[in-house]
């Protein structure tokens, strides 16, 4: 079983940035896949970016040159670099990954608020 801990939202201006992380824990795993999707109340979850084990990379046009997705593969860690930060980011991240063998695990979630 994979277990994830994400950290990094909070409450930042428009303009400003954060970075949101996603730590993997468990045994004897790999990471194929791995996405930050986003939630506001009243909508869907929406993938924002993602990350293969290949590092080919996907995001959606709304985040495209101002969030950056990466890898730590010594730390089994997947980053979420936000800049430029808009009120429209608003929303709660969820880290999901899915391991080579097809397990999908989500995390329990960061707030993260942009103000006007």
């Known amino acids: 079983q994979v277990q994830l801990v994400e950290s990094g939202g909070g409450l930042v201006q428009a303009g400003g940035s954060l970075r949101l992380s996603c730590a993997a824990s468990?045994?004897?795993?790999?990471?194929?896949?791995t996405g930050w999707y986003r939630q506001s109340p009243g909508k869907q979850r929406e993938l924002v970016a993602s990350?293969?084990?290949?590092?080919?990379?996907h995001y959606t046009d709304s985040v495209k040159g101002r969030f950056t997705i990466s890898r730590d593969n010594a730390k089994n860690t997947v980053y979420l670099q936000m800049n430029s930060l808009k009120p429209e980011d608003t929303a709660v991240y969820y880290c999901?990954?899915?391991?080579?063998?097809?397990?999908?695990?989500w995390g329990q979630g960061t707030q993260v608020t942009v103000s006007a």
């Open positions: 999901n990954i899915i391991t080579t063998f097809g397990l999908s695990t």
């Open positions: 990350i293969t084990s290949t590092n080919f990379t």
């Open positions: 468990g045994r004897s795993f790999s990471i194929n896949f």
